[in-house]
């Protein structure tokens, strides 16, 4: 029966919407950094990417085939190395009916972040944007693991720059965003403390290292370190020592759904929780630089390339390899810790969807 519910329920939005709800979408395969954590790595690339990237004139054919985009993460690699990411966003904007977007960046380039954040913003003028800026751990940890020597000054001074930003444009948003490997758990106390004294009205968010990391051995986390970090963010929510989302009518929403979130991720961890009930490949979905479609980032599955389909997504979202993969998922009881994927499945899971509802009605 379970299964059953949560076919029917992923097929009917599938049908519904055309195209997935919220894109993850790989703008480059560049970055500035060398994560010791990082799944994106050069043997991930040499096995997957078979193409080079979508140049500007594909990209808008994507977007003309796509009607509209509930939440758009534009990432790489480092998006904001795409020379024209600023005519992304706004493209984007204007042909999908954007209801929100956000950029992850390692903030290593100040000035050219800011600049390219702010002619984003003045080109959009309403739509609620984020940028969450990476901050590993105190200086000395962030720089061993992101294997660049000043990558801890430029993202602190970056998160710096983003705030004065976000001074100016009341639908602009700044996250400091950690992901918990073996290198920085026994600093989680650290962090959250620069966490405090570098944004101190935003949001940190908390990610655990997954996948085939650079470093084999990024992904040994103690779960109780993941926790300890949730309880500090908790803390902090309860102590009112942050303004949840910057413009943005839902953000005490988002806010509600990251506390149980976190809390889901902590129970998956420890074997706490059944699998399926996902929305990989109906609600959320990828599209890689080269142009592959796959309904997530920790299968190796694909449901085709957008070149062989002249850049129409609904054909590839709706084909028979993505209504069997949608069904599998559900079989097959998938289950992972991957962030975004956990957000848009709890919204389908009655019992997560509660939980939602009762964290919400304690923030208000």
């Known amino acids: 029966m379970r299964k059953t519910y949560y076919k029917v329920i992923t097929k009917s939005l599938s049908k519904l919407f055309g195209t997935p709800r919220y894109i993850i979408l790989f703008l480059s395969d560049k970055c500035w950094m060398k994560c010791r954590h990082c799944w994106y790595n050069e043997n991930w690339k040499a096995r997957n990417l078979s193409n080079s ?199 005490k929403w988002l806010t509600a759904k990251n506390i149980v979130r976190r809390r889901i991720i902590t129970e998956t961890a420890g074997c706490q929780r059944k699998g399926g009930g996902c929305t990989a490949g109906s609600l959320i979905g990828v599209i890689y630089n080269d142009g592959e479609v796959r309904p997530c980032e920790m299968l190796d599955i694909s449901f085709g390339n957008l070149r062989t389909q002249d850049y129409r997504l609904p054909v590839l979202w709706n084909s028979e390899k993505a209504k069997e993969t949608r069904n599998m998922i559900q079989d097959t009881g998938c289950i992972c810790t991957h962030e975004c994927f956990l957000s848009t499945s709890m919204l389908v899971q009655p019992a997560s969807a509660m939980r939602i509802v009762k964290e919400r009605i304690k923030l208000s």
Request: proline content about 3%.
């Open 53 to 251: 990237n979508l140049t500007f004139s594909e990209l808008e054919k994507l977007a003309d085939s796509i009607k509209s985009i509930g939440f758009l993460t534009m990432t790489g690699g480092e998006a904001f190395l795409r020379e024209d990411i600023v005519e992304i966003a706004e493209m984007f904007a204007r042909k999908t009916k954007l209801k929100r977007y956000d950029i992850p960046t390692s903030g290593y380039d100040t000035d050219l972040i800011l600049e390219k954040a702010a002619n984003i913003l003045q080109l959009n003028p309403g739509i609620p944007f984020r940028v969450c800026v990476s901050i590993d751990g105190p200086q000395e940890i962030h720089n061993y693991i992101r294997n660049v020597r000043d990558s801890f000054s430029n993202a602190k001074k970056t998160l710096e720059a983003l705030r004065k930003l976000k001074d100016k444009f009341d639908y602009f948003d700044v996250a400091m965003i950690t992901t918990i490997s073996r290198h920085n758990q026994d600093y989680v106390e650290e962090t959250a403390r620069l966490a405090e004294s570098l944004l101190p009205d935003g949001e940190w968010m908390v990610n655990l290292a997954r996948s085939e990391t650079r470093d084999e051995s990024a992904i040994n986390v103690d779960i109780k370190r993941y926790e300890l970090a949730n309880r500090l963010i908790d803390e902090r929510i309860a102590g009112g020592r942050w303004q949840f989302r910057n413009g943005y009518s839902r953000g």
